[in-house]
């Protein structure tokens, strides 16, 4: 999953990139308005994480921007102001929720969790396909009664696999949506990857679960 | 009561009295003049009998018809005609009293004696209230009749009867009337009242964008609604600039506290090294300082605001004070290679606190260092004219955008390019140096254009010559002499 996080005050960005990189997120920073929401529209995040207050182009007005792109990436707009008019207006110009400065980080994470889970509705908090299961809150996954430990790379690799459940993911999609902009897409990083979670996931099961498609990418099913 | 009530009641009042007042002298008035008329048609009657008794040279009269003829304007039929003997009895008198006996009063035979004539009422049973003349015809000193004319009261009682029906009639109507109008005049001019009630109910429930409707008119209901416009355009503008105040210094407040408490939380989601914790606790120690300082600045504004400031007046010369900051901002600028150059300086004295005229420099220098391209320069000068000092400080720096000029001043106004630039400045730092400037009764003036530099000129009054004369000797350089 990837996020992008337009927040003008440095220390703040930075820890929020922290937290949601030790959280498995992709996550890309921007501290200007006006160019975080060029990335918001040429790029396809899965969440935008956007302070009202920002230099050259206000929250609001990224919020705008987006919405008429008719992007509908969840939205958590960040203030520091406790009006409620402000956020009634964040709210209306088309974001999903909101948190107020200062926060707790444990509410932000769970918030952009119930954020990703709404993207799709019939997804619930755990993830699950024949007996491999995933839980987003606890990154917990587990193959049948077993339970299975992963990188932080390599979990965020299965999420997106499984949030995309029986759909060819080609390379550049992965790499869009698991890795962040410094990534270099021209390495075979990915398959690497897949190979890694091969090894935990179907290593000594009969039914594979991770497909290669030849010339495309990658897809998660059940035979 | 409300007005419009008490406005019909006492314009009803005034006109029911009005009315009544007219009406009773209207009445009086009549009546009298009617009574008059009659009484002078009595007089005159009795006055032709009279005459036409002295030309028959007073001789008795025999019966009616002679009567009659003789005095033609008996046969009015409004008038009866009585001769009464000296005794009081009756000797002849007009066919149209004949059916009634009408003797003639004790008080009318008395006033006949005296040689004088009576009007009376009299009042007959069955019969309408009569007006009496009774003229005594003396010959000789001798009382020889009194000839008494009489005419009916009927119509006149009947004419002021009706004119009383009529006013006691119209009266009534004509007040309900005009109460009814006056209660309409009085709705139609109060009502921009009501309106101007009603905006003002929704203005006190918070909407202060509304607005009254000005009337074209310029009467005083315009005038009072210009008036009531303004007070709200200066309620907005101060609630906007309160509301901006505190959403301002929640942002300033609030950012510390989330970098402080965001860092804390994820430094202990999990166990880290050493170092890990070491950059947290020097982070949280800058943020700490940061909002210390904002604490500091705020409640040294909120204690100006509420006059608790104390501020000297003591001679301070400026360009003693000047030099040592130069010094000391010479040393900011070390840092990032800034050349901080006393372009002019020239003895001046003010009167004033002198550690407050030091930080408002000193804020003013730190800002020009801040702003300042590493390796520029900024330039410090003191000049005087007839009246003021004038304190410059000049940048080669970013520079402040014009429609920003006006507000920089402004409590924790940040430019976005400020913000960009430096993350340290709280935002009060000028706001503290206008107010320092202007509690010394001068006053803070910028001038910038955007990629070129600002300049941040102070004005402050010189002192009067006396407290001049106190200067340290050193400082009275033969220029200055000249220069004055």
């Known amino acids: ?223 | 009561m409300p007005l419009r009530v008490r406005l019909t009641l006492w314009y009803g009042t005034a006109l029911a009295l009005i009315l009544i007042i007219f009406s009773t002298i209207l009445y009086l008035v009549t009546a009298r003049s009617l009574r008059d008329a009659v009484d002078e048609s009595l007089e005159e009657t009795a006055a032709a009998a009279v005459r036409s008794l002295e030309e028959r040279g007073f001789l008795p009269l025999i019966d009616e018809d002679e009567l009659m003829s003789q005095f033609p304007e008996l046969a009015r039929i409004d008038k009866f005609f009585q001769i009464f003997s000296p005794s009081g009895t009756i000797t002849i008198r007009s066919p149209n009293v004949k059916q009634q006996e009408m003797p003639l009063s004790r008080q009318a035979l008395e006033v006949a004696y005296s040689g004088r004539s009576l009007l009376e009422f009299a009042k007959y049973p069955k019969e309408p209230a009569l007006r009496l003349i009774s003229v005594p015809i003396i010959y000789r000193g001798n009382l020889l009749y009194i000839i008494q004319v009489g005419t009916s009261m009927d119509s006149v009682e009947e004419t002021l009867n009706r004119l009383l029906l009529v006013l006691l009639v119209s009266m009534p109507i004509a007040l309900a009337v005009s109460l009814a109008g006056g209660w309409f005049m009085a709705g139609r001019a109060l009502r921009p009242v009501d309106t101007i009630t009603l905006a003002a109910q929704r203005i006190a429930g918070g909407d202060l964008t509304q607005r009254l409707t000005v009337p074209a008119s310029a009467d005083e209901i315009g005038r009072l609604t210009n008036t009531f416009n303004a007070m709200i355009d200066r309620l907005e503008t101060s609630f906007r600039q309160i509301r901006q105040f505190s959403s301002d210094a929640s942002h300033e407040l609030r950012t510390p506290l989330t970098v402080m408490k965001g860092e804390t939380e994820l430094a202990l989601r999990r166990p880290r090294e050493t170092d890990d914790y070491k950059v947290v606790l020097e982070s949280n120690l800058e943020e700490i300082d940061r909002m210390t300082r904002i604490v500091d600045e705020l409640l040294f504004l909120s204690r100006a605001d509420m006059g608790e400031v104390k501020m000297e007046r003591l001679p301070v010369p400026l360009d003693t004070l000047i030099e040592d900051l130069h010094r000391q901002a010479s040393l900011l600028g070390q840092e990032r290679n800034i050349q901080v150059v006393l372009r002019a300086t020239t003895p001046a004295v003010v009167l004033g606190d002198e550690l407050r005229l030091r930080e408002l420099f000193l804020n003013l220098l730190d800002n020009a260092v801040k702003y300042s391209r590493p390796s520029g320069a900024v330039d410090i000068a003191l000049m005087i004219d007839q009246t003021h000092a004038r304190v410059s400080v000049t940048d080669h720096g970013i520079g402040i955008a014009q429609e920003d000029q006006t507000r920089i001043f402004d409590r924790f106004y940040r430019t976005d390019e400020a913000r960009a630039h430096t993350k340290k400045g709280t935002g009060l730092g000028l706001a503290i140096c206008a107010w320092i400037a202007e509690s010394h009764r001068g006053r803070i003036e910028v001038q910038s254009k955007v990629g070129e530099g600002s300049t941040f000129t102070v004005m402050l009054p010189l002192a009067p010559a006396p407290a001049a004369a106190k200067r340290p000797p050193i400082s009275s350089s033969p220029s200055s002499h000249r220069e004055r």
């Not at chain 1, 299975?148 to 999609?173: C, F, N, Q, S």
């Open chain 1, 1 to 223: 999953m990837r996020i992008l996080v337009i927040e003008d005050e440095t220390k703040v960005g930075c820890f929020i990139r922290r937290a949601l990189e030790e959280e498995s997120y992709a996550v890309d920073l921007c501290e200007d308005g006006a160019k975080g929401l060029e990335m918001a529209l040429h790029t396809n995040y899965d969440l935008l994480i956007v302070d009202l207050m920002l230099p050259s182009l206000s929250g609001l007005d990224i919020l705008k921007g987006v919405r008429q792109a008719k992007i509908q990436t969840p939205i958590l707009i960040l203030t520091a102001q406790s009006q409620v008019d402000q956020r009634v207006k964040g709210l209306d110009a088309g974001a999903d929720d909101y948190l107020t400065k200062p926060f707790a980080i444990d509410e932000l994470l769970a918030r952009i969790r119930a954020l990703l889970r709404r993207g799709s509705t019939e997804s619930p908090g755990v993830l699950q396909i024949d007996d491999l299961a995933l839980n987003p809150a606890t990154r917990e996954v587990t193959r049948g009664s077993q339970r299975i430990d992963l990188t932080l790379k390599e979990y965020a690799l299965l999420e997106y696999l499984m949030r995309h459940t029986g759909r060819v993911l080609t390379r550049p999609m992965i790499s869009e949506h698991v890795w962040n902009q410094d990534f270099d897409t021209f390495t075979n990083v990915i398959d690497v990857y897949v190979n890694y979670l091969r090894n935990k996931i179907d290593r000594g099961h009969s039914k594979k679960l991770i497909h290669t498609i030849r010339g495309s990418g990658y897809m998660l099913k059940v035979d």
